[in-house]
């Protein structure tokens, strides 16, 4: 099948996430190529697009946003799947899971989804506004990277066989 990821990063993270979801469907036999959203390539010539973006102040970055708005109704026709990369799901309290993942609806409303999650992701308190980072402290995040490689690895898995379906 063939599989276009495209994905909204501002630091990197989530485009590393997307390069391992493609590792994981090329070791399955998919045809995938892997593009930043803001390059706009066009989904006209693939069977499925997996779209992920990095979560800032609750919501998918602009990048993507205008993906899906350019795009709408080609997308509407494919095979979809959606993921996000946010900072603390390690804190998590499933409760966050679900919001963050709750930020990915608006991007195709009515569209239905393969499969839609949220993986944690990189937390540097740095890059922080203070208020962000005061209320990070207080709920004792700490910098680091708690990306889960095998749990995205193990999604992307399942994805291939759900693309198949
Ligand atoms: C300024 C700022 C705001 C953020 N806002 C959120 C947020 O609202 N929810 C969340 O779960 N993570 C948040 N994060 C964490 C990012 O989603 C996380 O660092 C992600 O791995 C960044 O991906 P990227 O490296 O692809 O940009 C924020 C990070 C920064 C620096």
Redesign the pocket.
Known sequence: MKVLIV???????????AEQIGDVLRERGHDVVVWAARETPSPRNYDAVVAG???????V?GDLQRYFAKYKDELASKRLALF??????HADADG?KR??EE?LRPLAPGVPCVART?F?????LR???WP?RLLMRLSKAESGD??KWNEIRSWASDLSKRLEE
């Not at 944690?120 to 540097?124: C, I, L, P």
């Open positions: 994905h909204a990063s501002r630091y990197g993270s989530t485009a590393e996430v973006s990095a979560i800032y102040g609750g919501h970055l996000a990369v946010a900072g603390n799901l966050h919001q963050v930020a949220a944690a992701g990189v937390v540097d890059r922080m506004h962000t708690y990306r």
